[in-house]
């Protein structure tokens, strides 16, 4: 329950706009284009179809979204942080609850337009979510237990999972439907990816004639090692040390802030790292 400590005001109110906007994009955007967005919300969408086929009844969108995801909650809360799941789990119930509760309105009969801006705003939620160390549920939770607890990989499996949703509900509905939320998943995961940065990484390289020093205040607020090299800087002859480490992308502000206050002379060079390969410490979900 120590997790549960760390949540604080902000991460609630972050996570109550996030789920507001996904719910608007569901509301506004989605339903009335006839959209199939990725994930349990295009598992709910499906199912209701179905029922609704054979039984010609109707189950809110609400409901299903949430039944779902509680569902895949019991599958992983025992290993995934507290404060992510409690936070995720808000966004789903706010998300389901605010689709219930808002009302329908029309900005554009544009299915392109509405695929679009659909997405953005989807994209905005999640990625509030995602800044206030939850989530947007649903497939989310499957893709972190495997990556983070059984270190497989899982978001290339995902990405087939959203395209076998799609060929089923072209093949069952309509494939211009089909197509239009293409658009709409592809635009809401480019914001996605664009404002997430948890698993962006970046290399450091810091020169500095304070190693041991620089490299304690850094472990201060990191886990991740670092390998050192003696050299001379030339235009002055004295003694440097280029340490070189890899980190991820959101832990940046907190390093460099360390390593400023160790040594505030110190030579800091960040740039972008597109693979690795071999062991790397993931910072584990709170």
């Known amino acids: ?19 507001l906007f996904s719910a608007i994009a569901i509301k506004s955007f989605v ?6 967005p990725a994930g349990v919300g295009g598992v709910s969408i499906i199912l209701i179809e179905e029922f609704k086929i054979a039984s010609g009844i109707t ?3 609400g409901f299903m979204f949430l039944g779902i995801n509680i569902i895949l909650l019991l599958f992983v809360y025992k ?19 605010f689709v219930e509760a808002l009302p329908q309105f029309h900005i554009t009969q544009d299915p392109i337009l509405m695929a679009v801006f659909g997405g953005v705003l989807n994209g905005i939620g999640s990625s509030f979510a995602l800044r206030m160390s939850g989530s947007a549920g649903g497939t989310d939770f499957i893709a972190i237990y495997f990556s983070m607890v059984k270190n497989k990989p899982m978001w290339d499996r995902i990405m087939y999972f959203n395209v ?3 060929v089923y509900y ?6 211009e439907f089909a197509l239009y939320s293409i658009l709409y998943q592809v635009v809401s995961t480019k914001v996605i990816e664009t404002y997430h940065n948890r698993y962006k990484l970046s290399s450091l390289r810091i020169i500095t004639g304070h190693p041991e020093d620089v490299s304690n205040a850094v472990f201060q607020v990191t886990r991740h090692g670092i390998t050192k090299l003696d050299g001379i800087g030339v235009f002055k002859h004295q003694y440097k040390a280029m340490l070189y480490m890899v980190v991820n992308e ?12 160790a040594d505030p002379k110190a030579f800091i060079e960040i740039s972008s790292v597109e693979r690795i390969e071999g062991n790397y410490r993931q910072k584990p979900l709170e």
């Not at 992510?84 to 998300?95: E, I, K, Q, R, Y």
């Open 1 to 19: 329950m120590e997790n549960l400590k760390l949540i604080k005001p902000k991460h609630l109110i972050g996570v109550a706009v996030g789920a």
């Open 79 to 97: 290993k995934l942080g507290k404060k992510f799941l409690a936070l995720s789990f808000l966004h789903v119930f706010l998300t389901s609850f």
């Open 250 to 261: 959101f832990e940046l502000k907190s390093i460099v802030d360390s390593i400023k206050a």
């Open 170 to 175: 072209g093949w069952r509905f309509q494939w």
């Open 31 to 36: 339903q009335p284009a006839n959209l199939v």
């Open 59 to 61: 189950i809110p969108y």
């Open 164 to 166: 076998a949703l799609l």
